[in-house]
């Protein structure tokens, strides 16, 4: 049966780990994700899991890729500085193919910023941060109800692609309270074991190997240097290094329209708003006041993969309005991919957009 | 010991330069391992980023070949999720004592229960030979062309201060000595710190006067004090010379660890 619950932001992120069977947290202290570790501190040693409070997130992120190889699911959590410390380490997940969940509690940057305050800032540091070509996956709340429901789906998403997923949510949703739904059960589908006879790195159809767990007697060796199919150091080899990280790129990008979790609201619409995270609220806000004015919403859920044939939906949209508690950093990638003009409305300073304001820049655009 | 259960062949030919002391210091650990009897299924090499790093991927076990410095924080992850595993890391004095220090301070005091063996060359080896945090004062590197003006950092005077149930230093030289060390840490609850001290003579050597192997594996042999001949010469208040350095075991104790299997 579901169970009704009150419940912060923050600590739906850890239940709903739990539940898709996480069992080892690797963290350090960091405003606005604390809670996520406090939580897990009281709850793994009761589950026969493992909380351990590393010395930095450098640490932390290589105790989850450590622990991830012994099969365990693994996540961390943190907020901009921490993530930024993780990006060499996620990098190294990347390369190696370790499955993981990285929640990142968004708060105002650039450096210390504004712990308190939420921001959407990360965006293209999630995407782009680590050095080197990859493709990564990351969702973004807009609810407590989501901050659930996508910490779950993280976990079989980095499962079944073999990456490093990236919870990207933020100081509003981290640590808002509200009504949600917690399932009796939850989907957890389990990454798929290397088949006995194949090469550690030799990857299926769906460009991802099957996973070699530590001390099951595959004897993997697991390096952060380009190899080959035999986990084997090969760092001179342009041919075989191009056609690695291709994979790498390519076994996440070209499963984008797979990976796409969005909501359409009014695919006739002229104006049509595009939100991911807390600016969703507002929009929904708008929309629920002013009916009669027919204003289209796409919501995306998961912003990497950029699921761009969605905004084909929209075959009418004279304007895609983008706001963003950033510089506008998703407007950019919008508007690489349709000639419908693209309204970035940025917002900094930790607060979220008010319906008046996003009202405002919809009616200039009639 | 059978070099064809642990060794991966077919990544022959290594990359260790000739007169390395880093292969005895794998024999070694090898012959320990192999002593206590432990099987290639359960046992895990871990590595960060350096000449020693590479050791893992030679040999036939399940590996972990890591970033610059962090070995200790992915072990760390895989010990404590797997308690059942047997846990080796190595490592060098630039990944262990500079860029990893931190880690290395840290699971020193959580005591976790893995085996830390450290390739002390005095210098950094894989990327040309820069001077590391246990490049000897006055030594030549490519970063101290005037000579090293820093002091040296100890490593086994840091882990004991730090937590580590056992700690020992020995060097290429004496390979009886440091296998059993290496054995007793692998045997030890805890975190264990084995420091072997080793000839570089393509980075280090060459530009200090010990450029034939010999040179070098003398150098080690001429300059190892035996810990409690350091300590009576210190007590009957004899000086003992700045460049020499303690070898034997500095602690073995019952501290609680981490990581344990119950």
């Known amino acids: 049966m579901t169970k009704i619950e009150f419940m912060q932001g923050n600590t739906a992120c850890a239940e709903a780990a739990l539940a898709a069977g996480c069992r080892f947290f690797g963290g350090y202290p960091i405003t606005p994700s604390t809670e996520i570790a406090e939580h897990m501190a009281r709850r793994l040693p009761k589950m026969d899991g493992v909380f351990v409070q590393m010395e930095d997130e450098i640490g932390s992120i290589a105790s989850v890729i450590g622990a991830s190889w012994t099969g365990a699911r693994a996540m961390t959590a943190t907020s901009g500085p921490g993530f930024s410390l993780m990006m060499e380490n996620i990098g190294y997940a990347v390369m190696t193919e370790t499955p993981c969940v990285i929640v990142n509690i968004q708060r105002g940057g650039p450096s210390t910023g504004q712990p308190t305050m939420a921001a959407q800032g990360d965006m293209l540091q999630c995407r782009f941060g680590s050095h080197g070509d990859y493709g990564t996956i990351a969702l973004c709340p807009a609810s407590v109800q989501e901050m659930y429901d996508l910490t779950v789906k ?134 629920h006041d002013n009916p009669e004015k027919a204003f289209g919403h796409l919501q995306l859920r998961i912003v990497w993969p950029f699921p761009e044939d969605v905004l084909g939906a929209f075959p009418h949209a004279r304007a895609f309005i983008v706001p963003e508690m950033n510089f506008g950093q998703i407007a950019r990638e919008i508007e690489r991919h349709t000639c419908v003009p693209v309204k970035s409305v940025p917002k900094l300073g930790g607060e979220l957009h008010t319906p008046d304001e996003l009202l405002a820049v919809a009616e200039a655009l009639r | 010991m059978s070099f064809k259960d642990w060794f991966r062949e077919d990544r022959l030919p290594h990359i260790f330069c000739t007169g390395c002391g880093n292969g005895t210091v794998i024999n070694c650990t090898l012959e320990a391992v192999e002593e206590m009897g432990w099987i290639r299924d359960t046992t895990v090499f871990i590595s960060g980023i350096g000449c020693s790093s590479r050791a893992p991927g030679y040999i036939t076990t399940d590996s972990l070949h890591t970033t610059h410095g962090r070995a ?191």
């Open chain 1, 154 to 287: 993280a976990f079989n998403l980095a499962d079944r692609f073999r990456i490093p997923v990236f919870v990207m949510s933020d100081e509003v949703v981290g640590h808002m309270r509200e009504r949600i739904e917690i399932p009796d059960t939850v989907t957890v589908v389990p990454r798929r074991p290397l088949e006995k006879g194949t090469l550690p790195f030799t990857a299926g159809a769906d460009g991802v190997p099957g996973f070699p767990e530590f001390g099951k007697g595959y004897g993997v060796h697991v390096t952060g240097l380009t190899h080959d199919e035999r986990g084997y150091p090969e760092a001179t080899d342009p041919a075989l290094h191009a056609a690695l990280v291709e994979r790498l790129v390519r076994k996440v990008e070209d499963a984008r329209h797979e990976i796409a979790d969005v909501t359409l609201t009014q695919p006739d619409a002229e104006i049509v708003f595009i939100t991911y995270g807390p600016p969703t609220r507002t929009v929904r806000q708008v929309l």
């Open chain 2, 72 to 262: 200790l924080a992915f072990a760390t992850g895989v010990k404590l999720a797997n308690p059942r595993l047997n846990v080796v890391v190595f490592t060098g004095d630039g990944d262990l004592a500079a860029i990893g220090g931190n880690h290395f301070i840290h699971a020193c005091r959580r005591n976790i229960d893995i085996t830390v063996v450290c390739m002390n060359n005095m210098i950094y080896g894989m990327t040309g030979g820069q001077g590391s945090p246990c490049t000897p004062p006055g030594a030549i590197s490519t970063t101290t062309p005037y000579g090293m003006c820093e002091p040296v950092f100890d490593l086994s005077a840091l882990a004991v201060t730090a937590g580590a149930n056992y700690v020992a230093r020995w060097t290429s030289y004496h390979v009886t000595e440091l296998t059993k060390a290496i054995k007793v840490g692998l045997d030890t609850p805890g975190f264990s710190f084995i420091e072997a001290m080793v000839q570089c003579p393509t980075a280090y050597g060459r530009r200090n006067k010990l450029r034939q192997v010999s040179d070098m594996v003398t150098y080690l042999k001429t300059h190892a004090l035996l810990l409690q001949k350091k300590q009576r010469m210190e007590e009957e208040g004899e000086t003992v010379p700045a460049d020499m350095f303690a070898v034997g075991e500095f602690v073995r104790r019952d501290r609680p660890a981490m990581g344990v299997l119950k």
